[in-house]
């Protein structure tokens, strides 16, 4: 095993100089891969949750930087996937990132957070090795996006005379969190909304993990060119942002990040309805989401029935926990890392292709941060709350092991399919009907099981749904159809406009 030290020295030397605080990532990767990657110029070292073994990244918390000063990180401590001492002799690239908001696993490297070069070094290290954070993350401008060629800054610019900010402070937010909380996003209004009396249907959109208000504006621009053109119909979109310190809090309402559903409901959606010539009832208001937002719409359509006219959720996180990615949670003895047989539970694949573990995604993100990880955004939004003020973990990070108690809290509140099973007679009169799903017969993180899982309940119940599994479809190319990559939402907008207008039909070159 090669000796040597795996110790760096990392200096703050950035302007205007200030003390910095955060969690301070140290990423490694093999110069041949990285250079093979890059094309020869390597210009990033980050994590990579489709390559999870790729990269190597150790972390510390820092407290209180000084300019002009430094603070030592082991690439032994915290580390995934092994410590520095354990890679193989030879030449790497490295970079470090001090996470000034302590959402890397969420949103990556973003504006704020504190960069150094990428270096190349020979590993094992003989004495420890200095790294300079002297560069800091631009904030990024959503309606001037870096690399923006002509066409899409022209979208972008037609659109935002159109779009207005949400800022909304929340009552019921407020009062949980004991400090102002503002429910954000966009409302988008459709061409010939302004100066008209025309009322009109109205879809509320969210996004998937790591999406928020920012990411939202060039989906909202599309939109509307797409209304512009005629190849979507009429209506007024509300691009809700569910990010938030957790991850994401999917509309839902939840011991740990507070009433986001009630919220909604009673509070935002009133307001807008006031101000913004919108159906107003429930047979024009439409939900669609992609992912985290999949399961939020489809969420927020079984939780309150009777506000929504439907929910078109794509590629949904899983709406039945006996398939959770995977792995059934409510066998005896459950384990997320490993199935039955002691072979590990892949997460993410491409195809027929495994691309990393649930094992492999747990440990990243754990020594990420504790913060705005998928796996942690769950407890945060499911989990019942522990004796320390947190949410109580599903599954032990180390083993695996699934916790049955707190799994019982998550099926009791969250599992979808198990509240219909339950709820079905209550929920029918308002429900019947409004559930439409899309996900791909190949989706990326394995979300076609728990879709299948759902429909058998709904189909035993005699329940009337719209459940549809796209051959070939991954978790990432499931809306596009040839060189249109807005192809399904295009469909799905008819589809909602038909409920809110019957007597409309999508005209025939669409």
Avoid: C
Avoid at 17 to 44: I, M, Y
Avoid at 280 to 286: S, Y
Avoid at 411 to 424: E, G, M, S, T, V
């Amino acid at each position: 095993m090669p000796t040597g030290t795996s110790l760096f020295r990392v200096h703050l030397e950035t302007t205007p100089a200030a003390p910095a605080s955060g969690r301070l990532l140290l990423f490694a990767e093999d110069a041949r891969v990285a250079e093979q990657g890059s094309r020869g110029k390597v210009t990033e070292v980050d994590a990579n949750p489709f390559a999870a073994t790729q990269t190597t990244v150790t972390a510390r918390d820092v407290s209180w930087l000084a300019p002009h000063r430094s603070v030592v990180i082991d690439g032994d401590d915290q580390a995934f996937p092994s410590g520095y001492s354990s890679l193989p002799a030879g030449e790497y690239y490295v970079q470090a990132v001090l996470d000034v908001n302590h959402d890397y696993n969420y949103r990556g490297r973003s504006g704020g957070d504190l960069i150094s070069k990428v270096v190349k070094i020979r590993l094992p290290l003989k004495a420890p090795m200095d790294l300079v954070l002297d560069q800091t993350v631009p904030v990024s401008d959503p309606w001037h996006p870096a690399g923006a060629g002509a066409e899409q800054q022209k979208l972008l610019d037609t659109a935002r005379p159109h779009m207005t900010l949400v800022d909304f402070p929340s009552q019921a937010l407020t009062a949980f969190w004991g400090r102002q909380i503002k429910m954000r996003g966009w409302v988008l209004t459709p061409p010939g909304y302004d100066g008209g009396k025309e009322r009109y249907p109205t879809v509320y959109y969210t996004q998937g993990f790591g999406g928020d208000n920012a990411r939202a504006v060039a989906v909202m621009a599309k939109v509307y060119a797409a209304m512009q053109a005629g190849s979507m119909p009429p209506m007024i979109w509300v691009a809700l942002d569910e990010s938030s310190p957790t991850g994401t809090h999917e509309f839902a309402d939840s011991v740990n990040n507070g009433p986001w559903g009630q919220a909604l409901t009673t509070e935002l959606i009133p307001a807008l309805e006031r101000q913004y010539r919108m159906d107003g009832k429930a047979q024009g208001r439409f939900l669609n989401g992609h992912s985290s937002g999949g399961w939020a719409t489809l969420w927020l359509q079984t939780r309150y029935p009777g506000i929504f006219g439907g929910t078109w959720s794509t590629s949904p996180d899983p709406s039945d926990f006996h398939d959770f990615t995977g792995p059934d949670l409510y066998a005896p003895h459950a384990n997320v890392y490993f199935r039955a047989d002691g072979s590990p539970w892949p997460l993410v694949r491409d195809h027929e292709r495994v691309l990393g573990t649930f094992e492999q995604f747990a440990r990243m993100e754990q020594v990420i941060g504790p913060y705005g990880g998928q796996m942690a955004s769950f407890e945060w939004v499911f989990s019942p709350r522990g004796p320390d003020g947190r949410p109580m973990p599903m599954f032990n990070r180390h083993t695996g092991a699934v916790d049955p108690v707190v799994v019982r809290y998550w099926r009791d509140h969250y599992d979808i399919a198990w509240r219909l099973a339950r709820d079905w007679p209550a929920l029918k009169a308002d429900l019947d009907g409004k559930i439409h799903l899309y996900v791909g017969t190949a989706d990326t993180f394995y979300l076609d099981g728990a879709a299948h899982r759902l429909k058998q309940v709904l189909d035993s119940l005699g329940a009337r749904s719209d459940i549809r599994f796209l051959p070939g479809k991954t978790h990432m190319d499931l809306y596009v159809q040839g060189d249109d990559r807005l192809a399904l939402l295009k469909q799905i907008s008819w589809d909602m406009y038909a409920v809110a207008r019957p007597g409309a039909h999508r005209p025939a070159a669409m």
